[in-house]
DNA sequence: ATACGTTTTTGAACATGTTCATATTTCTCT
DNA sequence: AGAGAAATATGAACATGTTCAAAAACGTAT
């Protein structure tokens, strides 16, 4: 089915010159004069395959969540325990991007939902729901089975509690980003610990109003 | 002490001017030489007095928040419990940025630590820590006494929340941003809700845990 | 008042993301 | 093969944040 046009190739060329230079200097220092030489082509012709510097970053991101799903499926398989199978996805992610941690601040940055980049964008959309799905599947066959309620909107929290974390690592500044290899293994822990709590008899009035507020949240959406 | 100079005049009518203008157009539709025209100046004069067109709205936050400090110290006189200690907190400052909610965006869009106008970064650190002086202050006085390890955390867990809270209405898009409002109400009682709890024995090996990762993120700082 | 240094102002120049009219290439149909 | 249409490529032009050398205004000591 995928027939591969030359424009399709023009495209990756632009993308594979674009990554390259934005590893060698960074996003910013990157100019898309120097990306479309680098690709060999005049500037403007860049412009044809993309919309903006931007959307560069966003095919990027796009091809990385392609090129995860096997990975990632990978990475769900062996695993039986909620903890160990959240760990797993995270790890798999932060691997994968680590040659690009830095271009990934350029995504990060844009909270507004309306920029196209924003991991809460119309655009991004797809890609967001596919990996809210893996979270799914993550809690699924697992050794935990959260109130009916919680389960509804934790695939999301999930999601939230990995791109928290991500940006965390993004800036984070620590030899080798030993930091953020703390906060994964402390908070998988805790977060799962949170969802087994989360089914006690005592607990069920606070359930009942995070709940709540996450449905609030979700409606912004 | 504050001597008045010509000097500090001329750099509030650029400021007074960009705030204008930011309003009326947008932060990015309002470019620097229409700013310096408005100020009745020359392009280059406006940035003698600011690094940046960032600088002015890191300038307008500085001056925010000095003038909300007697705000808020009003909002705290006459209430005791932290729920309403809290949600008094919030609404000052929802109230304040009202008129320049969308400028925030500005602001909130740098998540880098290392751009100024993060509300990470070195040259807001003042600000910060200001800020969380307040909630703890709101937290001294008031009805619950929460454990010592968590206490000293609690301020920055609280500003964090502050800040979450501020940047989901920034881009909130219902009718009157109600979807905030309703998130101020629930999430105050929620997170009171949980600082009451940690009290609880049940509670000290979720909370030890929480304690660690919370120091893990501060380290980063 | 004059000379001299400091502060402030000017406006042109620069870098870079983006647009666009125009040219070139490629494709399609006869 | 050739004509016309569609896709692709070009590079100059534009907008805007920013820089900078030079000019002007201001202050101060003599």
């Known amino acids: 089915m995928k027939t591969k046009t030359k424009s399709d190739e ?32 005049a500037t403007g012709a860049a412009y044809y395959y993309f919309d ?41 992610k932060l691997h994968y991007f680590e040659p690009n941690r830095a271009l990934l601040g350029a995504l990060a ?23 809210m799905q893996f979270f799914a599947r993550a809690l699924a066959d697992s050794n935990v089975k959260p109130p009916a309620d919680l389960a509804d909107l934790l695939p999301a929290m999930l999601w939230m509690y990995q791109m928290g974390l991500i940006l ?31 089914s006690l008899p005592l607990m069920r009035p606070v359930r009942k109003r995070v709940v709540k507020l996450v449905q609030t949240i979700r409606q912004a959406a």
């Open 10 to 41: 023009t495209r990756a060329r632009i993308l594979e010159a674009a990554i390259g230079l934005f590893q060698r200097r960074g996003f910013a220092a990157a100019t898309m004069r120097e990306i479309a030489a680098d690709a060999g082509m």
């Open 52 to 92: 903006s510097k931007d959307a560069i970053v966003l095919a990027f991101y796009e091809h990385s969540a392609k090129e995860m799903v096997p990975l990632l499926e990978e990475a769900l398989a062996g695993k039986k325990t909620l903890e160990e199978r959240v760990r797993a996805m995270l790890e798999v």
């Open 109 to 131: 940055g844009h909270t507004d939902p309306r920029n196209p980049l924003s991991p809460f964008s119309a655009e991004t959309r797809d890609i967001r729901e596919r990996d």
């Open 168 to 198: 965390f690592w993004i800036y984070d500044r620590s030899e080798g980003q030993h930091l953020t290899r703390s906060l994964v293994d402390q908070s998988a822990g805790v977060v799962t610990g949170l969802i087994k709590l989360s």
